[in-house]
């Protein structure tokens, strides 16, 4: 793609009418002469620098999800590193296991825990696959698909 044109083909580069006329575009730092129908309105040079600024300001979902993810696992690792051995140790013995499992197995043995979204963690470190959906039991759950997994 030539360099002067936008994705539309559009001269990105313009020579002004008067001094003054140009701008500067934030993203590729090139002077721009504002299209006369969005003067006061044009901010970028062109369509591929608005684009690749939305893009760097909007991180798609899965970035979205891994930094919540990972921000909420932080909030309580301790607890998140006793549910995965709970997970493990069930694995070894049932093959697959959920998250109703390990909740069930830290309640008979007697482990206190404050539920929150670090949960969502606990098969998300390697060694895990994904097996299905199934229903959840605890009452809180209303009944959602939570995933069952198994070792890899």
Request: aromatic content about 8%; glycine content about 8%.
């Amino acid at each position: 793609m030539d360099d002067s044109l936008d994705l539309f083909g559009m001269p990105i580069q313009a020579v002004p009418i008067r001094s003054g006329d140009t701008r500067e575009c934030p993203e590729c730092r090139r002077p721009f002469l504002p299209y006369k129908r969005a003067e006061g309105r044009q901010v970028f040079c062109g369509t591929e620098c608005r684009v690749r600024a939305w893009k760097r300001d909007n991180p798609d979902g899965a970035d979205l999800k891994a930094r919540g993810k990972t921000l909420a696992a932080d909030r309580n690792p301790e607890m998140l590193q006793t549910f995965r051995r709970l997970a493990r140790e069930l694995a070894l013995e049932a093959g697959e296991v959920c998250i109703d499992d390990v909740r069930a197995r830290a309640e008979l043995l007697g482990i206190r825990y404050e539920s929150g979204n670090w949960i969502g963690s606990v098969f998300s470190e390697p060694g895990w696959q994904f097996v299905r959906y199934r229903r959840a039991t605890h009452a809180s759950a209303h009944a959602r698909p939570v995933g069952v997994w198994r070792l890899s």
